[in-house]
């Protein structure tokens, strides 16, 4: 079956610095991968998503995440954490082309500090 | 053009109650989907309509959970009678179907449920 992985629960970090949050998942091919964002009191927004080709996908709010297919990640980065971006990121896999229920990891909740 | 709206945002009941949740998908999606979060788990799916039939309902927890989807538009989700290990955030996403290819999924805000 398949599976995500998002190790860290919780991440902290000053405001102007870079960020860089894991994913890993579990399936035998290659999936289709997305990260999505909660803020407090919204629904889920997707940030991003993966389905081929360039393995360095560019998403909305200046993030950006990478496919490994050696290391079956799809971390997500950014250069310059803003305050605003403080909330809850959601990464996901879909077995076939978006039409299969999407498998979530657990979530990793972004602090940003002054 | 209008999101994945759910309505209600909150609701509290009490064990043994009925309570029905509502989503009204982007319009001219096909594809419509509930998932559920319960307290410090992930996001998991509960079913999966294509307009009214239900696709995949692998995910529903037991027969206390009944999913309407009417005339392939908006959707129901009623838990009847209500227990405790319900509560949690209920999301429903919609997705577009065109030709062979499926496109991204979009989410609600959700509809926080707290059983008591």
């Known amino acids: 079956a398949q599976s995500v992985t998002q190790p860290d629960i919780h991440i902290t970090v000053s405001e102007g610095a870079s960020l860089e949050l894991r994913c890993n998942y579990s399936y035998g091919a290659t999936p289709y991968l997305f990260w999505y964002v909660q803020s407090p009191g919204q629904g889920l927004q997707l940030l991003l998503k993966?389905?081929?080709?360039?393995?360095l996908v560019q998403g909305i709010k200046g993030f950006e995440a990478e496919f490994k297919r050696s290391q079956s990640s799809f971390n997500l980065r950014k250069p310059s954490v803003h305050w605003s971006d403080a909330a809850e990121y959601f990464c996901a896999v879909d077995r076939v082309a978006g039409n299969t229920p999407l498998v979530f990891g657990k979530g990793t909740r972004l602090s940003v500090i002054a | 053009e209008a999101g994945v709206t759910q309505f209600p945002s909150h609701s509290v009941i009490e064990k043994g109650q009925t309570v029905t949740l509502r989503c009204d998908p982007i319009s001219g999606h096909d594809n419509l989907y509930w998932y559920r979060r319960v307290m410090g788990k992930e996001i998991k799916f509960l079913l999966h309509f294509v307009k009214e039939s239900k696709q995949d309902e692998s995910g529903m927890p037991n027969n206390r959970f009944l999913a309407e989807r009417t005339g392939g538009t908006y959707s129901t989700l009623k838990v009847q009678p209500a227990e405790l290990e319900d509560s949690g955030v209920y999301f429903c996403a919609s997705s577009l179907t065109s030709g062979i290819y499926t496109y991204e999924q979009y989410f609600g805000p959700g509809t926080r449920l707290t059983v008591t």
């Open positions: 993966y389905f081929s080709g360039d393995t």
